[in-house]
């Protein structure tokens, strides 16, 4: 069993997707904030890119030189993985929603209706297949919606399916600056 408390979890999970979006000396500092919350708890993190996971695990479980040394490992359970990609937390699914529909009623306001209308089957997407604000998504799960969930479900205009890529990027800056036009 683990011996990382659940908000220390959560908060590194926060903080790595926070460096995620950011760059430079932000990124660096969210990371920073990241490893000062679980040296608390005498943890360490690093994210598995093969399968885009944040793990969590004892910094005795290291050698000198960062590696992990297999034979330093007593308990697996004391180790926690949080897939990064997958879907959000469920149980804030409300939220979500209604963060990605106020996105999508403000593409619509400053763009227009076409733009608009693919402004709401992203913020569907979103929410309803990965439970995660519209700037949380991935470049996979935005080429996700692009391939399959678009064409299949959006019902497209042709006006729609012309401007996709232009809709999109609209609702992603929508959903990364703030009404006032600052980065959110």
């Not at 979006?21 to 608390?40: D, F, H, I, M, Q």
């Not at 935005?142 to 399916?161: C, I, V």
Request: with cysteine; proline share 4%; net charge negative.
């Amino acid at each position: 069993m683990t011996d990382l408390p659940e908000e220390a979890i959560e908060e590194a999970e926060r903080l790595t997707r926070l460096a995620r979006r950011a760059s430079g000396e932000e990124a660096r500092a969210y990371r920073r904030n990241r490893e000062e919350t679980l040296a608390e708890y005498g943890y360490t993190a690093r994210v598995r890119e093969a399968d885009d996971t944040l793990v969590c695990h004892p910094e005795e479980w290291l050698d000198e030189e960062g590696l992990v040394r297999t034979e330093r490992i007593e308990d697996l359970e004391r180790g926690v993985e949080r897939s990064l990609s997958g879907p959000g937390e469920p149980e804030d699914w409300e939220a979500v929603a209604s963060h990605n529909a106020e996105i999508a009623e403000r593409v619509e306001d400053e763009h227009g209706e076409t733009d608009g209308a693919t402004a709401r089957a992203l913020a569907e997407f979103a929410s309803n297949h990965y439970a995660k604000p519209i700037e949380s998504l991935t470049e996979a799960e935005l080429a996700e919606f692009r391939e399959e969930y678009f064409p299949r479900n959006a019902w497209p205009s042709d006006d729609q399916r012309e401007r996709l890529s232009l809709s999109i990027e609209y609702t992603i800056e929508a959903a990364t600056t703030d009404r006032d036009g600052t980065n959110a």
